[in-house]
């Protein structure tokens, strides 16, 4: 089984995999950016009839909304607890999604081009090796398909709106969420999916307004972003 996985990073998941669907909880900026996300995904690639896989899943809150939107979805993670929970809700709300333990590298050599959509969502900054995730997604996707990645901006301003705000001052996530070192640019991200053999075809901010309380999608970069990639027939 590969081990491009943090083992202290899925304990801590982990040990919150039980509030993964509570909106007031610590999951709360997920819940509020999903909607956003989800959507900029759909207009670049309609999920209706698509063969999706969610790498990095969690407790299954983009992988739900996806199959909601009438996509064959598969979420994959190394947390059990998270899986379990993901389980869980899925027969809770009726919304059918494939839930496995299996590292993307792994899944990449057993389901290699299968898939129209792959999703990587605020995962690459909680990795050793972001590359190797990119790499698989990259395997996992048909030629002519869609890759979606999420993650942090590294730079002065990143760390402090994500690291010292969010987590130190309006407590919105638990201290130790983020590790600065690990955040990723823009430029590296893109070198990532360029070496994988993808193209780069768009790049979105996702930035928070902490008097309205209120996420929005722009083109400001420099904390929160998303990258759309896509391989060549």
């Known amino acids: 089984m590969t081990t491009n996985a943090d083992p202290l990073e899925i304990q801590k998941f982990s040990e919150l995999a039980h509030r993964w669907w509570d909106p007031t ?3 709360r900026p997920l819940h509020e950016i ?3 996300r989800l959507e900029w995904i759909n207009a670049r690639a309609p999920l209706l009839g698509k063969n999706v896989i969610d790498i990095g899943c969690g407790g299954g809150v983009l ?5 909601r939107k009438g996509a064959k979805v598969t979420g994959i993670d190394l947390s059990k607890k998270a899986l379990k929970v993901a389980d869980l809700h899925s027969l809770e709300s009726g919304v059918e999604v494939r ?4 590292a993307a590298e792994d899944m990449a050599n057993e389901e290699a081009g299968q898939y129209d959509v792959v999703t990587c969502m605020e995962m ?4 050793p090796d972001p590359a190797s995730i990119v790499l698989a997604a990259a395997k ?7 890759v979606f990645f999420s993650t942090l901006n590294r730079n002065a301003k990143a760390y402090l709106f994500a690291v010292i705000g969010a987590e130190y001052l309006l407590r919105m996530l638990p201290r130790g969420t983020h590790d600065y070192g690990k955040f990723i640019t823009p430029a590296e991200l893109s070198q990532f999916a360029r070496l994988a053999g993808m193209q780069v ?3 979105k901010g996702l930035t928070y307004n902490p008097l ?3 996420y929005s999608l722009n083109n400001d970069t420099d904390v929160n972003y998303m990258v759309a990639c896509s391989k060549p027939l």
């Open 25 to 27: 909880s610590e999951f």
């Open 34 to 36: 999903n909607p956003l």
């Open 63 to 67: 992988s739900e909304s996806m199959a």
């Open 99 to 102: 839930y496995k333990l299996i």
């Open 124 to 127: 690459l900054e909680h990795v």
């Open 140 to 146: 996992l996707v048909k030629p002519g398909g869609h």
């Open 201 to 203: 075809d768009g790049l």
């Open 212 to 214: 309205t309380k209120i």
